[in-house]
């Protein structure tokens, strides 16, 4: 065999290293800013002549998954929560309770958060981890329990959204002194210690910050 045959054929033996995919070929961002304001960050206080619930439907940020593990970062105006009472809403508001003229957003953020399992399309995965809330100025580091579910971009969920999509539902506790929250001290409307906080939320692969 010619010397060009030989080196021809070594050629042909050597794996196929561009086709190999890499991690960075998973990596896929999702954004939360829907216009049409369907996404839901309720939370419910319990006090002894009344359970208060609240309501926002204005959430933006980003969540990228990178392989098994996901970062992100959601923000809610302070400003946005409304309990269906506006002189409550206003001491929501003031410096007191969230502070909205100093601290206008509800910030949580995580990093690195390890999926157990790959987000398949329709297949929901649980995880349970740790974020930073940032309330009032307070920054913690809180348990969390979020729900995530993958959707391709099919003619069906084109009906709720261009793009490949990412729904996010989560539910946790805010401790409210930690993030020193001022409960009315008059103890027959003194609110519970914690705050229960649900969210149903969903990223674009075409949402826009």
């Avoid at 309501?55 to 105006?77: D, I, M, T």
Wanted: zero cysteines.
């Amino acid at each position: 065999m010619s010397h060009r045959l030989l080196a021809l054929a070594a050629l042909l033996s050597l794996p196929a290293l561009a086709a190999e995919p890499t991690s960075t070929s998973t990596s896929q961002a999702f954004v939360f800013n829907d216009p049409n304001s369907r996404d839901t960050v309720a939370f419910m206080l319990d006090a002894p002549l009344e359970v208060i619930n609240g309501l926002s439907n204005q959430l933006h940020g980003r969540v990228e998954v990178k392989g098994n593990k996901a970062s992100g970062k959601f923000q809610v105006p302070v400003k946005s929560l409304k309990t269906g009472n506006e002189t409550r809403d206003g001491h929501l508001q003031n410096d007191r309770w969230l502070d909205a003229a100093k601290n206008p957003d509800i910030v949580f953020e995580f990093a690195d958060l390890a999926l157990p399992a790959a987000l398949e399309p329709g297949k929901p995965v649980k995880v349970q981890g740790k974020g930073r809330f940032t309330v009032h100025g307070v920054t913690r580091e809180e348990p969390v329990e979020v729900t995530a579910t993958y959707f391709k971009e099919s003619a069906e969920t084109k009906n709720r959204a261009a793009g490949d999509l990412l729904r996010v539902r989560a539910k946790f506790q805010i401790p409210l002194e930690a993030y020193g929250i001022k409960r009315t001290e008059a103890l027959v409307l003194k609110v519970g210690e914690t705050a229960e906080v649900s969210v149903d939320a969903w990223g674009s692969t075409q949402f826009k910050l």
